[in-house]
């Protein structure tokens, strides 16, 4: 079956059926790529706290480069402003991690609706044709009406599973690595501390 014969077949739900799954698609690449760029830069390991080390690692294009250079700017400030300088950055890196998750999660619950939508609509189809039908009715009257209504059932569920499974898989990914993040840079800002703050 071809890819015109298949989509003739999916009826009125193809074409929103066919969007979707390339939306999903881009999504699923672009997600990937991205987290794989996060897992070969820079770790959330601080080997030292000393400014010009902290420079080197601000300088560098990698996952800590601009809260490492949050942590300079405000070096000298009071902990408590320079936590909450991290924080707010670490809340807008986290928007950038979900990116694209939720509208993952709407096409995953979406498909199969629309797939339910056709096979409705193929039955009803199907319907029809024994409604009109004056003789005997032969099975493959009914072939089409049937075959659509399958069909757009397999292509939403087909849509929905990998597109469900990456915006989930996804998800961990991101929450894992702000964790990571979110605790190193806590470790960051004590040890800035504890480097300003006089021994006894």
């Known amino acids: 079956m071809t890819f015109p014969d298949l989509f003739h077949k999916l009826g009125p739900v193809g074409w929103p ?7 999903a698609v881009i999504l699923l690449i672009e997600r990937t790529l991205f987290f794989a760029r996060i897992r070969t830069g ?3 390991e601080f080997h030292s706290v000393d400014k010009g080390y902290l420079e080197k690692i601000a300088k560098r294009k990698g996952n800590l480069s601009r809260p490492v250079t949050l942590a300079l700017d405000t070096y000298e ?3 408590a402003q320079r936590d909450e300088t991290l924080k707010i950055w670490l809340r807008t890196y986290a928007t950038k991690l979900k990116y694209g998750l939720r509208f993952m999660m ?3 619950v979406i498909s199969p609706l629309l797939g339910l939508l056709g096979t409705v609509l193929g039955m009803i189809n199907a319907f029809q044709v024994i409604a009109v039908q004056d003789g005997p009715i032969h099975p493959a009257m009914l072939a089409e009406g049937i075959s659509q209504a399958m069909l757009t059932t397999a292509v939403g569920l087909s849509i ?19 964790e ?3 605790v190193a ?6 040890a800035i501390s504890n480097t300003k703050t006089p021994k006894a």
Do not use: Q, V, W, Y
């Not at 599973?161 to 961990?172: D, K, S, V, Y």
């Not at 840079?185 to 004590?190: E, G, K, M």
């Open 17 to 23: 059926l066919l969007i979707f799954s390339f939306i």
């Open 42 to 44: 820079t770790t959330e």
């Open 77 to 79: 400030a009071p902990a």
């Open 106 to 108: 709407l096409i995953a």
């Open 160 to 178: 929905a599973l990998p597109t469900l499974l990456g915006a989930h898989g996804f998800r961990i990914l991101a929450d894992r690595h702000i």
């Open 180 to 182: 990571s993040l979110s």
């Open 185 to 190: 840079l806590s470790r960051l800002s004590l």
